[in-house]
């Protein structure tokens, strides 16, 4: 996706997105502050974490089956 394509595209999303919870019974105001607060939280998880996918996979360890009745 070209760069100002997502930008354009972003208000009108954003727009559907908080009218799909007050169509469901919620306050604009509500809806703005919760997102405000996630967009913290998404902030704070990617400087902890910029690229999950990076990850390497082979740190995860597996468990064990050594246990008498895996044989």
């Not at 919760?34 to 990617?46: C, G």
Request: aromatic share 8%; hydrophobic share 35%; glycine share 2%.
């Amino acid at each position: 996706m070209k760069t100002k394509d997502w930008r354009s595209d972003l208000p009108l999303r954003l727009e559907d997105f908080v009218d799909s919870f007050v169509v469901k019974g919620a306050e604009h105001e509500d809806v703005y502050e919760a997102i405000k607060a996630e967009i913290e939280n998404l902030r704070a998880a990617y400087q902890r974490d910029p690229d999950p996918a990076d990850d390497n996979a082979e740190t995860i360890e597996e468990p064990a089956n050594d246990w008498p009745a895996a044989d």
